[in-house]
Nanobody
């Protein structure tokens, strides 16, 4: 059973920053595919960023330049650094992952259905 646990959400003023963390309890190859998604009330869950097994990332266009995904393979942790936050960034942020074993994850897609391991989410609220 793989557990995914997010942390780091909270309330921040517009223009501020937050760093989300995601701890994944996975005993296999740590170079799985990882991603962050978010969901605002009444809206569909949307992709934020993905990262492959070696740390090469892809960020949604609307967040490029403000959000950065990274990973620490030695400790099975993923991060999402969010800068210059806007009120429209508010929502529940979810960490997701999937194994690429026996291969290293390459070119993951920012597609919700591609990921099978999900956390419970961490709330981000940006005030204006």
């Amino acid at each position: 059973q793989v557990q995914v646990v997010e942390s780091g959400g909270g309330l921040v003023q517009a223009g501020g920053s937050l760093r989300l963390s995601c701890k994944i309890s996975y005993v296999g190859d740590s170079r799985y595919c990882g991603g962050w998604f978010r969901q605002a009330p009444g809206q569909e869950r949307e992709g934020v960023a993905v990262i492959d097994g070696d740390g090469i990332d892809g960020t949604a266009r609307s967040m490029k330049g403000r959000f950065t995904i990274s990973r620490d393979n030695a400790n099975n942790i993923m991060y999402l650094q969010m800068n210059n936050l806007k009120p429209e960034d508010s929502g529940m942020y979810y960490c997701a992952a999937r194994s690429a074993s026996p291969f290293v994850c390459r070119r993951p897609r920012l597609v919700r259905g591609d990921f099978g391991w999900w956390g419970q989410g961490t709330q981000v609220t940006v005030s204006s």
